[in-house]
């Protein structure tokens, strides 16, 4: 498997080989093949690395039991009555942690 990022003579070469034969295939239009270079240029790429885009990626967010990410309860502090105490549930507690240290805690645990 050949380094993507790595520029050789050799993989040049390939890439205008490519450029030329997509603009033939496109029936030689006026600008040359030297505007196919880029799309060339990603088809050698996928063709040096056919299993690119093949590694699982670790989710960034916490994944709950049902496969569905779980939005961090931060999002939800705000939405609490700001105007004080009217009634008894007004006091509630309305997000399952009390603060995100709390959070964070539970899920380093939980992992």
Excluded at 5 to 31: M, N
Excluded at 34 to 52: F, H, R, V, W
Excluded at 66 to 76: A, I, M, S, Y
Excluded at 81 to 109: C, H, I, W
């Amino acid at each position: 498997m050949d380094n993507p990022f790595e520029d050789s003579p050799q993989k040049q070469a390939r890439i205008l080989a490519k450029a030329k034969e997509l603009w033939e295939a496109d029936g030689k239009p006026v600008c040359g093949p030297a505007a196919y270079k880029e799309q060339a240029s990603d088809l050698i790429g996928m063709e040096c690395n056919p299993d690119a885009g093949q590694i699982p990626v670790k989710s960034p967010v916490p994944i709950g039991p049902n496969g569905q990410p779980v939005e961090p309860t931060w999002l939800e502090e705000n939405l609490g009555n700001p105007g004080g105490s009217m009634n008894e549930l007004d006091d509630k507690q309305e997000v399952p942690f009390a603060t995100r240290q709390q959070e964070e805690k539970y899920f380093k645990d939980n992992e």
